[in-house]
């Protein structure tokens, strides 16, 4: 199985002397597919262990994703500000069935 993992961890897992094949990706529109699948794993282990060690591995991959999409940050979060004002957030845990 192929994942993408953080730039340092073939370090350590040379360092344990675990063996393991080591793939770059060769192209952006790749690595924005692995980028993708990364976020999803990371909230899958959030969904088991919700804990700050799992939201700071969500917000790094979000970095990643913000910098590969070449998108703007603070463009981003003009938009989630104007998202907030508009329909607010999630702080009241509202549920609306239909």
């Given at each position: 199985m192929k994942k993408l993992v953080r730039d340092k961890i073939p370090?350590?897992?040379?360092q344990n002397k675990v063996k393991y094949r080591k793939y770059i990706v060769k192209n952006k529109e790749e690595?924005?597919?692995?980028?993708i699948r990364k976020l999803i794993e990371e909230a899958e282990e959030f969904k088991e262990n919700p804990c700050e060690e799992e939201i700071a591995d969500i917000i790094e991959v979000i970095e990643a994703i913000i910098e590969t999409?070449?998108?703007?940050?603070?463009?981003?979060?003009?938009?989630?500000?104007?998202k907030y004002q508009e329909r607010g957030g999630f702080k009241e845990g509202i549920i609306?069935?239909?």
């Open positions: 370090i350590i897992l040379d690595l924005k597919q692995y980028l999409f070449d998108y703007d940050k603070n463009k981003i979060l003009c938009i989630k500000r104007r609306i069935e239909f």
